[in-house]
């Protein structure tokens, strides 16, 4: 792989050889009428609104108990394609889903939430982006969140899986994962085998990309774009959403590191958490040490969270955890 300090600019929106690729939008609901109207009636317009010419929308709808369908066919009619799902599968569930679903002849799926909203330039400057660099599998771009006052796209991951904000938002950069919304090209997202179906919530993304780095593509973010993620779903500290949050952390390196960096890193990261759980009042108040003990009884009694996945994936894997390090799309 070459330096990932820098990408090219591009902003051709042509597919090859003039024709526009078809691109498939997939949008993840789950009561969005009554947990985030407004935002989620500005994501489907978004998305419909889109200026690009040759694309499809899917609502994929999570198991959702409110009116969500019926209102929005009432305003969308048949330009929307919808899934239909009898429970929430959660985010990885509802996104594969929609996966299965999409036109056989899209060249790129465009993952977003429901609370995500984008000017209409946005998803053709981001194909236009993938189409101008092949080796690029997924594209995302600036993430407003109002009342934020640092705004990045997509975020780097250390060894142990935790957080590292971009910083140098003045050009288009190299990331370790995107999130909440994202381009993908439909040939990567399979060959990579998809979003984990073990992950109900929390790391679903990060683990999705991870796998696009380590099958030799990489992950990027056009600062030329920007969506904004109203980031007001419910949910976000619960005890079980918690306990996913440290669960998926370790089944990631289950899955994904070769022998010798799991075995240091898996240790360090039980290691972290159990301090934290300790020493942190944030930690200790969501009783943690509890949570961490339950995770790891969890993985050695059901190893096929990770083991199935691990045996496949490492038939495609191409790129070290060492060599990304090197590139600095892992950190330390």
């Not at 820098?6 to 902003?11: A, D, F, Y």
């Not at 994929?60 to 929005?72: E, H």
């Not at 981001?126 to 990045?152: K, M, Q, S, T």
């Not at 796209?153 to 288009?172: A, E, W």
């Amino acid at each position: 792989m070459a330096n990932p300090e820098v990408v090219r600019e591009s902003k051709n929106q042509n597919g090859r050889g003039g024709v526009l690729p078809l691109v498939s939008v997939v949008v993840l609901n789950h009561n969005g009428l009554t947990q985030n109207r407004d935002a989620f009636l500005r994501c489907l317009q978004s998305c419909v609104g889109s200026e690009y010419p040759n694309k499809e929308v899917l609502l994929v709808d999570n198991g959702s108990t409110d009116s969500s369908i019926p209102f929005v066919r009432s305003l969308y009619g048949e330009r929307i394609r919808y899934v239909l799902l009898d429970r929430n599968l959660g985010y990885s569930g509802g996104m594969r889903a929609g996966a299965r679903m999409v036109d056989p002849r899209a060249r790129y799926i465009v993952f977003t939430n429901n609370d995500v909203f984008f000017p209409p330039e946005t998803i053709g400057g981001l194909v236009g982006f993938l189409e101008a660099h092949p080796d690029v599998g997924v594209a995302n771009c600036i993430e407003i969140v109002p009342r934020r006052d640092y705004n990045p796209g997509g975020t780097y991951l250390d060894m142990r899986l935790s957080h590292v904000p971009p910083r140098d938002l003045s050009k288009p950069y190299f990331v370790t994962a995107a999130e909440n919304f994202f381009v993908i090209r439909r040939d990567v997202y399979e060959r990579v085998g998809g979003f984990d179906p073990n992950f109900f919530q929390v790391y679903d993304d990060q683990d999705l990309c991870l796998r696009v780095w380590m099958s030799g593509y990489r992950v990027a973010c056009d600062t030329h774009y920007s969506v904004t993620h109203m980031h007001r779903l419910p949910n976000k500290k619960t005890p079980i959403r918690w306990y996913r949050h440290i669960r998926n952390r370790y089944i990631v390196i289950l899955k994904l590191y070769d022998p010798s960096f799991l075995a240091a890193y898996l240790p360090l990261r039980v290691i972290t958490d159990l301090y934290y759980s300790v020493f942190d009042p944030k930690w200790r108040s969501r009783r943690s040490i509890i949570l961490v003990v339950r995770a790891l009884r969890e993985l050695v009694s059901k190893p096929n969270l990770f083991l199935p996945a691990r045996e496949r994936f490492m038939r495609v894997k191409k790129v070290s955890e060492r060599e990304l390090l090197r590139l600095g799309i892992l950190r330390p």
